[in-house]
């Protein structure tokens, strides 16, 4: 077996995606080789999609998911688009389903190139977001950050789309709050056993939303697709829009949106929007040892 497999860089919104390809082999990309990888400036990453052979019938893939700490995700949206695009270029087909620990994706690459992801249905039971605390109602938890009596950010939505998410509403522009400071120290917040997702959003029409995330596990991020959708759901579950929202990522380069849709008729969540490849290379998944093709870096490693 080689030590090395193919990978490509990619993004979804600027959201920074590495696309492993393990197929036909038992082996998985090591949090070891995903620190290593995050490391360099060149192949730094807020998530790894490692393509694995199916597990279960009627499944193209498994997909392992690792934050650019090496810690593990159950879910990512823009990840998950990523992989659409690369297997609907190796393959010419258009339609996938997808294994992850967090259970079945169907996905579909439009005409357009766009690309839908079902990513299933919201959780909101306190106990499986997970939440420390009972929460009878998981839309409104009580949790702040700043002063006690004049809070910065306060009554998150609390909600799992497969990996936990806290959105915190606000009225001013997202990007004149300072979520670099207070992103780790909610991320971590005993509230979030399991550390959780944190989203700023704001609501600037009954069809769209504004969102900025500190990703667990990567840090502040250029977009994060399950923050969207959970940004939407939760929108729409406290009655600031209908279940049909346009997701402005205000942190995405250039600033781009997705289109997401809490379906009515069988509670799943449809994320819809574009994905880019960059360039292609390959990676020992035991050390991230890397090279790119067709480079000098290539011929140098
Ligand atoms: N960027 C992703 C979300 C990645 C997973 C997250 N950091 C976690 O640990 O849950 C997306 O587009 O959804």
Same mark, same amino acid.
């Given at each position: ?121 919201? *959780? ?28 910065? &950010? ?30 780790? &120290? &909610? ?95 390959? *990676? ?18």
């Amino acid at each position: 077996m080689s030590a090395t497999v193919e990978f490509a860089r990619m993004n979804g919104l600027g959201n920074k995606i590495l696309v492993v390809d393990m197929r036909g082999r038992p082996d998985k990309v090591t949090p070891a080789a995903a620190v290593v990888l995050n490391a360099d400036p060149q192949t730094e990453f807020d998530q790894i999609m490692a393509i694995h052979d199916p597990k279960a019938e009627g499944t193209d893939a498994f997909i392992d998911i690792l934050n650019s700490d090496g810690s593990k995700a159950q879910a990512c949206g823009n990840g998950t688009r990523c992989v659409v695009q690369a297997l609907a270029a190796e393959t010419g087909r258009k339609v996938f389903t997808f294994q992850t620990v967090a259970g079945i994706l169907n996905a579909v690459e439009h005409e357009d190139g766009t690309i839908s992801v079902d990513m299933g249905r919201p *959780v909101f039971d306190w106990d499986r977001i997970p939440l420390a605390e009972e929460f009878h109602d998981t839309s409104r938890i009580e949790l702040q950050i700043g002063p006690i009596d004049k809070p910065v &950010l306060h009554s998150p939505s609390a909600m799992s789309m497969g990996n936990p998410h806290a959105i915190f509403w606000v009225d001013r522009d997202v990007m004149s709050y300072d979520l670099a400071r207070f992103g780790p &120290l &909610l991320e971590n917040h005993p509230m979030f056993p399991e550390r959780a997702n944190i989203t700023l959003a704001q609501v600037t029409s009954p069809t769209s939303v504004t969102t900025r995330t500190w990703e667990r596990g990567a840090g502040l991020t250029l977009a994060c697709g399950s923050a969207a959708c959970s940004a939407a759901v939760s929108a729409a579950r406290t009655g600031r829009t209908g279940r049909k929202v346009t997701i402005n990522v205000a942190s995405a380069k250039p600033p781009a949106m997705l289109s997401i849709e809490w379906r009515e008729r069988d509670d799943h969540v449809i994320m819809t929007g574009p994905a880019e490849w960059e360039w292609s290379g390959r *990676v020992d998944p035991s050390t991230g040892l890397w090279s790119r093709d067709g480079t000098r870096e290539a011929e140098a490693q």
